[in-house]
């Protein structure tokens, strides 16, 4: 089974563009979760979406959006980028097991705004 | 302060000693994840516990919700062991809040 794939894996832009992040979870999986990792601010929760609905957010600005296909993939915005959005964007899809939740993360997407 | 802390920050060991790493929360949780963050940024999910104690391999976890305090212990430590060891809990809402993670180093 192929792990959870984000895409691009790095990306370059300057303030002010907007980017759009792809998340494409484990088969099967019907939550995505993203995160912002920082050096200064550690891993941040961004949102979560279940079945095309935003399920939680978490506080940031509204210039941080998401969305959910029906087929589960999950795109991530960012518009009028600022230089403090440099960072690694992780996304994660997840699974109820017997033991519980089970998280499953990307590589991420190592964001740089110029 | 924030509502996850992690100790120690930082921490060196030597090849086969048993390693203690801590997290203390301070809100109303439903469960609590272990994870480990290698250098480039891959995150492995180690456990998720809501009580008790689990075992994988090397790997113990412990969590006791009314002292809101969990461990995570690395028996027969290896240098392969040497990544980021981050604790992150389900709150309110099902949002994850991490903890500032604990650099291990095992040397050989």
């Known amino acids: 089974k192929a792990g959870v794939t984000q895409t691009p894996r790095y990306l370059i832009k300057t303030r002010g563009q907007q980017v759009t992040l792809s998340c494409s979870p484990i088969?099967?999986?019907?939550?995505v979760s993203w995160y912002q990792q920082t050096p200064g601010q550690g891993l941040q929760f961004l949102f979560e979406?279940?079945?095309?609905?935003?399920?939680n957010k978490g506080n940031f600005p509204g210039r941080f959006s998401g969305r959910q296909f029906s087929n589960s993939r999950s795109e991530m915005n960012v518009s009028t980028l600022e230089l403090g959005d440099s960072a690694l964007y992780l996304c994660?899809?997840?699974?109820?097991?017997?033991?519980?939740?089970?998280?499953?993360f990307g590589s991420g997407t190592q964001l740089s705004v110029l | 302060k924030n509502e996850v802390e992690q100790s120690p920050q930082n921490l060196t060991a030597q090849e086969g000693e048993f390693i203690t790493i801590n997290c203390s929360y301070s809100?109303?949780?439903?469960?609590l994840h272990w994870l480990q963050q290698h250098p480039g940024g891959g995150i492995v999910s180690l456990f998720m516990?809501?009580?008790g104690k689990k075992k994988h391999g090397r790997l113990i976890a412990t969590i006791n919700i009314q002292e809101k305090h969990s461990s995570l212990h690395i028996t027969a430590s290896h240098p392969r062991d040497s990544a980021v060891y981050i604790c992150?809990?389900?709150?309110?809402?099902?949002?994850?809040?991490f903890g500032e993670g604990t650099q291990l180093t095992v040397n050989p």
């Open positions: 994660a899809s997840s699974v109820m097991g017997q033991g519980g939740e089970k998280l499953f």
């Open positions: 088969s099967g999986h019907r939550s």
């Open positions: 979406y279940f079945s095309e609905t935003q399920r």
């Open positions: 809100v109303g949780i439903s469960a």
């Open positions: 516990l809501s009580s």
């Open positions: 992150a809990v389900i709150g309110s809402g099902s949002r994850l809040t």
